[in-house]
């Protein structure tokens, strides 16, 4: 892990008045330059060629004689080669130079991986470094080893397919899209074999996917994910935010779920076997029942991370969770940075957010606020890592 100090004397070296938000642009980029810019800030995205229209043309940011923005959210592109590129030595030394404060995303940790992100990233980032790392499942201390000592609900771990007696999802990653998912679902043994061999047959997941596998009961059941903000600066209100809930569309499942029954049956007879790629979000709210269980499940997620991951949550965060018959919580899985759905705030906020803040309150525009906040303080130290 790259030293705290040396982050900090680069810090030392920024013109905070002039400080700008940078980000990779892919995930959630356009929520986080949104509210930056909403904030007045101006804002910078690392783009991969080929992959920059929407953030290099179609957002460009246009801004009056005052410095106003008056069209778009992106106002400025660093271009690279390949996302991966962004721990180069020479687009760090680019974003340094341009005061940015680095808001880190999915995509960012997924492309530059995390052992990069920890030791060779110098750049300033706003949220906990150390604490990504819990987001790479598998690992000695996940997120599901934080639920567990945090004693919050999550599915029931299956260990091996043999022990598979209830429907069971199969966590693993896609063989051709790096980053997307492989899943499955089976309700015994011989179900896994059949599908796993023919998603293998298919190309869809590895031979040995087992390896890096996670198998977990199946809750049937909404999905809601609560894009909760903890903030290390407040002194008056409560630390932990709800800002607001999305929920996912994945292909090819959504379509599948559309057809009769029938239909389905007669796919899955033939071989098709739904995959679950996220493809876009929408959003939803909560019954006010539950809005005291998901504040308790984020406090004892933000306590948990604080113990084992000092200095724990800086910033949003994200429990995913689904909703059995009883209105149990189940979390399967956690997002220790801005979650992949926060788009959909996006301008007009989100009902809890907006309601707390008074005004359109993003995700992104609410990071933007912190940020705005620890300058004015002269606490931007504690909330970059």
Same mark, same amino acid.
């Given at each position: 892990?790259?030293?705290?100090?040396?982050?900090?004397?680069? @810090?030392?070296?920024?013109?905070?008045?002039?400080?700008?938000?940078?980000?990779?642009?892919?995930?959630?980029?356009?929520?986080?330059?949104?509210?930056?810019?909403?904030?007045?800030?101006?804002?910078?995205?690392?783009?991969?060629?080929?992959?920059?229209?929407?953030?290099?043309?179609?957002?460009?940011?246009?801004?009056?004689?005052?410095?106003?923005?008056?069209?778009?959210?992106?106002?400025?592109?660093?271009?690279?080669?390949?996302?991966?590129?962004?721990?180069?030595?020479?687009?760090?030394?680019?974003?340094?130079?341009?005061?940015?404060?680095?808001?880190?995303?999915?995509?960012?940790?997924?492309?530059?991986?995390?052992?990069?992100?920890?030791?060779?990233?110098?750049?300033?980032?706003?949220?906990?470094?150390?604490?990504?790392?819990?987001?790479?499942?598998?690992?000695?201390?996940?997120?599901?080893?934080?639920?567990?000592?945090?004693?919050?609900?999550?599915?029931?771990?299956?260990?091996?397919?043999?022990?598979?007696?209830?429907?069971?999802?199969?966590?693993?990653?896609?063989?051709?899209?790096?980053?997307?998912?492989?899943?499955?679902?089976?309700?015994?043994?011989?179900?896994?074999?059949?599908?796993?061999?023919?998603?293998?047959?298919?190309?869809?997941?590895?031979?040995?996917?087992?390896?890096?596998?996670?198998?977990?009961?199946?809750?049937?059941?909404?999905?809601?994910?609560?894009? !909760? !903000?903890?903030?290390?600066?407040?002194?008056?209100?409560?630390?932990?935010?709800?800002?607001?809930?999305?929920?996912?569309?994945?292909?090819?499942?959504?379509?599948?779920?559309? @057809?009769?029954?029938?239909?389905?049956?007669?796919?899955?007879?033939?071989?098709?076997?739904?995959?679950?790629?996220?493809?876009?979000?929408?959003?939803?709210?909560?019954?006010?029942?539950?809005?005291?269980?998901?504040?308790?499940?984020?406090?004892?997620?933000?306590?948990?991370?604080?113990?084992?991951?000092?200095?724990?949550?800086?910033?949003? !965060?994200?429990?995913?969770?689904?909703?059995?018959?009883?209105?149990?919580?189940?979390?399967?899985?956690?997002?220790?940075?801005?979650?992949?759905?926060?788009?959909?705030?996006?301008?007009?906020?989100?009902?809890?957010?907006?309601?707390?803040?008074?005004?359109?309150?993003?995700?992104?525009?609410?990071?933007?606020?912190?940020?705005?906040?620890?300058?004015?303080?002269?606490?931007?130290?504690?909330?970059?890592?």
């Amino acid at each position: 892990m790259i030293d705290r100090s040396e982050v900090l004397e680069t @810090l030392g070296k920024y013109d905070l008045g002039r400080a700008k938000v940078g980000v990779v642009a892919s995930h959630s980029a356009l929520d986080t330059c949104d509210g930056a810019v909403s904030e007045g800030f101006r804002t910078v995205a690392v783009a991969q060629k080929g992959r920059d229209a929407a953030f290099s043309r179609y957002f460009r940011a246009f801004r009056d004689e005052s410095g106003e923005a008056v069209r778009g959210v992106v106002d400025e592109i660093v271009p690279v080669d390949r996302f991966a590129d962004v721990v180069k030595p020479e687009v760090q030394a680019s974003l340094i130079r341009d005061s940015v404060l680095f808001v880190p995303n999915r995509s960012f940790v997924s492309y530059a991986g995390i052992d990069a992100v920890e030791d060779s990233f110098r750049v300033p980032i706003v949220g906990s470094r150390n604490l990504l790392r819990s987001e790479e499942r598998g690992g000695d201390r996940d997120y599901y080893w934080i639920l567990e000592r945090a004693g919050l609900p999550f599915p029931k771990k299956v260990e091996r397919p043999e022990d598979i007696d209830s429907l069971t999802i199969v966590k693993v990653h896609h063989k051709v899209k790096k980053l997307e998912r492989g899943f499955f679902t089976a309700k015994d043994p011989a179900q896994f074999e059949e599908k796993s061999a023919e998603l293998v047959r298919q190309g869809v997941i590895e031979e040995d996917f087992l390896k890096s596998a996670r198998m977990e009961q199946y809750v049937i059941g909404p999905v809601f994910n609560l894009d !909760f !903000f903890r903030s290390p600066l407040e002194e008056k209100g409560e630390q932990i935010e709800l800002l607001g809930v999305d929920w996912r569309f994945e292909t090819s499942l959504d379509g599948y779920c559309r @057809l009769p029954g029938k239909q389905q049956v007669e796919l899955e007879n033939d071989g098709i076997i739904p995959e679950y790629t996220v493809c876009g979000h929408n959003s939803a709210t909560l019954r006010e029942s539950l809005l005291d269980k998901a504040f308790d499940m984020a406090e004892k997620y933000v306590a948990a991370a604080k113990k084992y991951y000092d200095p724990g949550v800086i910033g949003p !965060f994200c429990l995913q969770t689904c909703v059995d018959k009883d209105l149990n919580f189940y979390i399967y899985d956690v997002a220790p940075r801005i979650g992949g759905g926060t788009n959909v705030h996006m301008s007009v906020g989100h009902p809890y957010g907006n309601a707390l803040w008074r005004r359109e309150m993003s995700t992104g525009r609410r990071l933007a606020m912190e940020i705005k906040r620890a300058i004015a303080q002269e606490r931007v130290d504690e909330i970059v890592t």
